[in-house]
């Protein structure tokens, strides 16, 4: 079975630009998460959905928004690109019920430039 | 808030050394323990977890036991490897299928 998927894998923007992030969890995963991960930091929790409704918001600024879809992919959306939103954006993906184990994809490193 | 921190790094050690790498937390209630993994260019890959106190989790030579008294789940290795170098994240569950992350420990093993 296929993984926790995530696209583009690099992205190079220039600041004030608009940039969005896909997702697609694992295969009867209902529930998706992302974090930042910036350069030498762990990753900061950003949303979480379930079921195409969000669950969880982390301390990000309302630039950032998400969106849970009917097939449970995920879009993560920043407006306004600042030079602080260069890192790591992974996703992760759970079944919501039973363990709490998440599942990172290998992220798309965003560049802001 | 909750909260993970982690030894600073970063750690070089020799192949077939000991490794120990210090994880504290601080957390209201009893938290899920987690350490995850990430090799350089991919992202974070379960490594292992402990749900109450005095479990150990243990998996490909690793362990880690949570210690409530001491707030801590420190990650163990008898015998490293140079295929073991990676970051090391500590994290604990807080909720809401969020994860609380420590700032992560790079280790280097050298032959």
């Known amino acids: 079975d296929a993984g926790v998927t995530q696209s583009p894998t690099h992205l190079i923007k220039t600041r004030g630009q608009h940039v969005t992030l896909r997702c697609s969890p694992i295969s009867g995963h209902k529930s998706v998460s992302w974090y930042q991960q910036v350069l030498g930091q762990g990753p900061q929790f950003i949303f979480q959905y379930y079921e195409k409704e969000e669950r969880g918001r982390g301390n990000f600024p309302d630039r950032f928004s998400a969106r849970q879809f009917p097939n449970y992919s995920s879009e993560l959306n920043v407006n306004a690109l600042l030079l602080g939103d260069s890192a790591l954006y992974l996703c992760?993906?759970?079944?919501?019920?039973?363990?709490?184990?998440?599942?990172f994809g290998a992220g798309t490193r965003l560049s802001v430039l | 808030g909750n909260s993970v921190t982690q030894m600073e790094g970063p750690v070089t050690l020799s192949e077939e050394a000991f490794l120990t790498i210090n994880c504290t937390y601080t957390a209201t209630g009893y938290p899920s323990l987690f350490w995850y993994v990430q090799y350089p260019g991919e992202g974070l890959q379960l490594l292992l977890k402990a749900t109450k106190a005095d479990d150990k989790g243990s998996n490909k030579g690793f362990e880690a036991t949570y210690r409530k008294e001491t707030t801590s789940f420190h990650l163990e290795k008898g015998s490293v490897q140079v295929s073991d170098s990676a970051v090391y994240f500590c994290?604990?569950?807080?909720?809401?299928?969020?994860?609380?992350f420590g700032q992560g420990t790079r280790l280097t093993i050298n032959p």
């Open positions: 994290a604990l569950y807080q909720g809401a299928q969020k994860l609380v």
């Open positions: 992760a993906s759970n079944q919501w019920t039973g363990e709490n184990i998440q599942y």
